[in-house]
Every structure is written in C-alpha cells, then in structure tokens.
C-alpha cells in the first residue's frame, strides 16, 4: 500500500480534527478508485475493500467474460478467465486483486491530493455541523487578531468574527484576552464554516441568565422576552411554573450576586428584571417600574397604551433619552405614551369643554363619548355613526345631528379665528401704508429742496 501503516492515520486525523473515521475510510476509497480508474481506464469497475481492525486496504478490478473484447478495461476473454477462475462461464464477472503500486507514482500523488482535498472538505462540514447546532448559544474564544475593526476569535476547531455593530460600546480587547460571546449565525460557505458572534444581540443577556440562574435552565423560570440599548440598559421579563418560585426573586440571587455577575461580564450594563403577566396592563405598569403608574387608557385596536403617571414619576417612566419606555415597548410590544397626571388632567378638561359644546351634551355624556376614544370635536367629525350609536342611547338620526353640529361648531370657530386675526392684519397694511406715504413724502421733500439749491445755483452762475 503506498500510505503505510493507514489505520493510525486514519485514527490520528479523526481525533485531531474532529472528523468521523468513516468518513476518512470513504475519502481514502474514492481516492484509490480515482488513481485505479486513472492508471487501468474510466470504465474500471474498481471495489476497496477496508479492514477495521488491521487498517488493510484491498483493491479489486472486476472485469466481465465476454467471447470477444470491445473494452479492455472491463471484459476480459475466456481464456483469460481460466487463469483466474477454472470454472468462469461467458457473462461471468471476476474480481481480480491488484496492487495498489502498480498505480505509478502519477497515479499515487493524484490519490494523495484527493485525500486531501476530501479530508478538507470533511473537515469543513464537520466544523459547520458542529458550530450549527450551537447556534443561539454562548461561547468562548480567545481573541486572535484584529481585522478593520472586526475581532478574529479563535474557537480552537475555527475562527469566529466579532463585527463592530457586534461589539459592546467602550469595549476594548487585546490579543490573547478571552472573549464570551452569543453564536448569531454559522454561514456555509466555500472556504468553509464563517461563525458570527455578538455581545450585543438581546438574546445573549437570555443566555447568560440561563447560564447564571439554575432555575431559568432548569425552565421552572422563562425569560419572556428582552431588550436592549447595549452598554446602557436592558430589560428582561420574566415568569415562573412554579406559583412558590419568585422568578424576580430567584434571577436577582442572594444579595444580588446571580443578576451582579452578568452586570460584570456586560460591563455595568444596568438590568431590569420585572414581572410578565398575561394582563397586559399590568406587565406594562411593571415593565415601567420604578415608575408608579396612575392609570393606563388601552387602545386594543392599534396595540398602543397611554400610561399616566404622577408628575414626579414622569421623568423617572421616560428614562434617560426614552430608554426605560423604548425598552419597555420592545419587551411588551405595544406602543407606550407616558404623560404626566397635570398634561392629562388638561387634556380631558379641555377635551370635556370641547364636547359640551355640542346641543344636549352633558357631563355624563360627554365622559362617556370621552372614554369611547371621542376626545375632541375633531374625533366626533371623523366618526363613523355606528361607533357612536353603539356606546350612547342615540339613534342614527340623533347622531348625524350631532356629527353635523360639531361640524358647523368648527367650522365657526375656524371663522371667529380668521376674524380675529383680520383687524391685526389690517393694522399691519395700514401701518406699512402709511410707512410707505411717509417714506414717498420724504423722499418728494428732498427732491423738492434738491431742485430749489440747483435753482440758486444756476442763478447765481447768471449774476
């Protein structure tokens, strides 16, 4: 055999490079039929036999007995046959054993390269079908070098990148620091398996709570979702299987340590742990926690929620640059506006006033049109009649009077308006008319006093 000794090979490869013996005992069977077909012709019929326990490599060539040969590199005649087998028949097909030497060293090297290349492409899959299945799962590397911004983690078997959007704002690593990172995508690609990671990805906070708090990996606690603002802040809603485990209570950790150890890796990155609930107005109260939520107004229809809040809190709900209510719409998905307790108290006082200008709309009524989304004139104009008639006692006739009247209201106030605005804007023409009259007299005034001095002096040019 021209590789000596293959079964240690073989074992050698596999355990350094991950890859399955069988795989290796098929790439080095493809490789022996290639050189044979190269040395003997294409229409050989080549078989490799392996023996698993002594690493013994046998090749046969079967060629069929035919009464006349058309294609020496599979037929063989009669006569021939009874060299092999005494007792062939014509259609008969043997097996003849050869020598892998007889290849040639042209044939040995061409072997040789499919070995490798096979073993390359063995290689990469194994690779990718490892990292695959770590998808959406931390893992450490150390970091290798760095490429236009870009950190190469080696992973031992392969690189990883860690692109820039990827990384951790003020993050700053050196070669041979170690690197804990969430798997965001494996690519198979021609020069093999690429692996990108991330350290800002929401889900690689979900992943280090699992890692960090057993009853989250156990599942008896579910983060049920998370959100981010990398570096800053991130929130994580979680909920518990068990009614006498307090998911908050159990991801915090005596002390803190459990939740302080994840702030630590995410480099001071402030977490919100709250409590999920089906009722959506109270995730959302707890979602905005510390704020103290004085009512919520929910608008089913377009998923979007006003939350009051006492003037104090306000500022505290909103957060620094709207980060505690954009997190808190990320991990509860519906729109949040927060207003304070004075800027709604204003809204309905006027929004109530608006409504009582309509004929026969009391306060009663107009809480009621108010609380069915009515909050203006404007919104009764664009109403439809059935909305309206479904939440008051009015019949369709009463409520077209209504939607015509609130009408005729605005349009008469849009009137008043331009009225008064009228005698200011004709102030101001006046007022620049008579800037204008004053400007034209003045300007008569010189020219008048530039002719009477041209007089005298043409007078004076006479004497």
Known sequence: MFITDIKRVIDQVSREKGIEPEVLINTLKEAIISAA?????????????????????????FKEVVE???????????????EYDP???????????????EFGRIAAQSAKQVIIQKMREAERNAVYENFIQKKGKIINGIVQRFDRGSIIVNLGQTEAVLRPRDQMPKENYKRGDRVRAYVLDVLEESKGAQIILSRTHPEFIVELFKTEVPEVSEGIVTVRAAARVPGLRAKIAVSSMDSDVDPVGACVGMKGNRVQSIVQELRGEKIDIVQWSPDIARFVCNSLSPAEISRVIIDEDNRSMEVIVSDEYLSIAIGKGGQNVS???EITGWHLEVTSEEDYSREVKEGYNSLMKLAGVGLSLAETLFKGGYSSLEDICEANVEDIVSITDFDDAKVEEMIEDAKNILEMELSQEAQDQGPEGSQEIQGSQEIQDSEEIQDS??????????????GDELV
């Open 37 to 61: 077909r190269k040395k003997i012709g294409p229409r050989a019929d080549i078989e490799v036999h392996y023996d698993n326990k002594t690493g013994e490599v046998e090749v046969f060539h």
């Open 68 to 82: 006349e040969v058309e294609y020496h590199d599979s037929e063989l005649t009669l006569e021939d046959g009874y």
């Open 87 to 101: 007792e062939c028949e014509i259609g008969d097909s043997l097996g003849i054993r050869i020598d892998t030497e």
């Open 327 to 329: 997190l808190a719409c």
């Open 445 to 458: 005034e010189e020219i008048q006093d530039s002719e009477e001095i041209q007089d005298a002096e043409d």
